[in-house]
């Protein structure tokens, strides 16, 4: 019985992760803004860093939005000038924007990450400690139980208000 549930679940994991390729070629196709090929300008958009940074992402350029990314260099064929390009995550209020000058008959690379390491490995360890506590169905003895809860939830409140915070400016911008 557990054979055939993970026979099932690596089918829909590949159903699933074929619709998405099919779904980012087609819009990836979409993307060239110039029809002139030999004389191409543009920017390849390339993701660097943690989980965050790898979902998949609106590409907005000029407030337009062109595409998805999904943790894969991206090349938008564009005109030469300056253009406005934000990265908006799929929850809908992080977002950053950064001009990028297109230069004529040439690629602009620009890599964005996130800004959330730390918070990544400090959710990783508190995460680690919880379903710890949960699969031993372990209370953690006095008062280094009480200690853990009130440590756990106000890094929960700091991560929230610093998140909340830097919205509009959550990825990191490189150009080059």
Known sequence: MNSRHAVIAQHLRRTTAALAQRYLRHHIRKITMNNNIAEQS??????????????????????????????????????????????RSM???????????????????????????????????????????????ADIPSPWGLIYEIVSDTILVAWIVRTWLIRKHFFNFTTA
């Open 42 to 87: 543009g920017v390849i958009l390339s993701v660097r860093g943690s989980l965050m940074a790898r979902i998949p992402h609106y590409i907005l350029i000029d407030g337009r939005m062109v595409g998805i990314a999904k943790g894969r260099d991206i090349v938008i064929m564009m005109p030469p000038g300056n253009h406005a390009i934000t990265i």
């Open 91 to 137: 929850y809908k209020f992080l977002e950053s924007t950064t001009d990028v000058e297109v230069p004529d008959n040439g690629l602009r690379r620009v890599i964005y990450s996130d800004r959330d390491r730390l918070w990544n490995w400090i959710f990783n360890i508190d995460l680690l400690v919880w379903l710890l506590k949960t699969i031993f169905a």
